[in-house]
T-cell receptor, first 115, second 116 residues
Framework: GENVEQHPSTLSVQEGDSAVIKCTYS??????FPWYKQELGKRPQLIID?????GEKKDQRIAVTLNKTAKHFSLHITETQPEDSAVYFC??????????????FGTGTRLTIIP | DTAVSQTPKYLVTQMGNDKSIKCEQN?????MYWYKQDSKKFLKIMFS???????INETVPNRFSPKSPDKAHLNLHINSLELGDSAVYLC???????????????FGEGSRLTVL
């Protein structure tokens, strides 16, 4: 089945600097790659996603890039702020053993913004 | 109005007991999910229902039995609880299958299960 690896597991960044989180996936059939943010004690929420027909997508301070050939995608956060501190999950959509599609999540990155 | 709500939020119980967690969504979505989030924060899908039909059933012990009485509800019953079942159980819903055209997952706040 699909395997999604995420690095680093923890990341500390000075406020105002940029943060980059990287994910790799194993199934070349994957075609949808969302990123979820989970603040402490809260539910995961979608912050940005990218489909395989696009190489890059940006939404204000957040951008995601996708390299289909290398099977990796990255989340970039610029001008980081304290409220960016959270656990971030990447995910890839694959076909499950029931023949239906499901999201496989990466192992998460705990991002801490240092004031 | 809470979009995806789970009860209870916290559950502490003894090994060997049977317990249930309930989930309801008021978004009109047709697909619901149970995810398990362990102490390391790993998110693993357990089950998915589309229009009340089971469509994803990952390698989960058969002590775990989901039930979807209607599109808006997905419950999880766990028999003979074990220490390793301690985790946060997250319910989610989406319109269509995850990653589809409207495939954003909306999660509940989670139910923290502690087995002593």
């Amino acid at each position: 089945g699909e395997n999604v690896e995420q690095h680093p597991s923890t990341l500390s960044v000075q406020e105002g600097d940029s943060a980059v989180i990287k994910c790799t996936y194993s199934d070349s059939a994957s075609n949808y790659f969302p990123w979820y943010k989970q603040e402490l004690g809260k539910r995961p929420q979608l912050i940005i996603d990218i489909r395989s027909n696009v190489g890059e997508k940006k939404d204000q301070r957040i951008a995601v890039t996708l390299n289909k050939t290398a099977k990796h995608f990255s989340l970039h956060i610029t001008e980081t702020q304290p409220e960016d501190s959270a656990v971030y999950f990447c995910a890839a959509r694959v076909i499950s053993n029931f023949g239906n599609e499901k999201l496989t999540f990466g192992t998460g990155t705990r991002l801490t913004i240092i004031p | 109005d809470t979009a995806v709500s789970q009860t209870p939020k916290y559950l502490v119980t003894q090994m060997g007991n049977d317990k249930s967690i309930k989930c309801e969504q008021n978004l009109g979505h047709d697909t619901m999910y149970w995810y398990k989030q362990d102490s390391k924060k790993f998110l693993k899908i357990m089950f998915s229902y589309n229009n009340k039909e089971l469509i994803i059933n990952e390698t989960v012990p058969n002590r775990f039995s989901p039930k979807s009485p209607d599109k808006a509800h997905l419950n999880l019953h766990i028999n003979s609880l074990e220490l390793g079942d301690s985790a946060v159980y997250l319910c989610a819903s989406s319109q269509g299958l995850a990653g589809g055209h409207h495939g954003e997952l909306f999660f509940g706040e989670g139910s923290r299960l502690t087995v002593l």
